[in-house]
């Protein structure tokens, strides 16, 4: 059980590094990615640890698979949306989309 709360929190860290020190933002999704999949592996094993019969932990990862999808899609149409308007994805350009 150790190891995959250790593998998760690593990803976490990771992931968490990612999204505050990175300027583009495709690496800015990638690293919430990467939480959102730390976040699953924590669900997983705490559930088979936990209550070893239900399957609450793995519909809770399936949810977050769904809202990750949905996450990406949405993120990638706003990089698109700023790559046509500025020519560049990097996220210092979003403090101009304010009203």
């Known amino acids: ?34 939480m959102f999949n730390a976040a699953n592996i924590n669900f997983v094993t705490f559930n088979k640890c936990i209550q070893g019969g239900s399957m609450a932990g793995q519909l809770f990862a399936v949810f977050i698979v769904v809202i990750a999808a949905a996450e990406a899609t949405v993120g990638l149409a706003i990089v698109l949306l700023v790559y046509r308007n500025w020519r560049g994805i990097g996220s210092d350009h979003y403090n101009v989309m304010k009203w």
């Open 1 to 34: 059980m150790w190891y995959f709360l250790a593998l998760g929190a690593a990803l976490f860290a990771l992931g968490l590094f990612g999204v505050i020190t990175r300027r583009n933002t495709i690496g800015i999704l990638m690293s919430l990615e990467l």
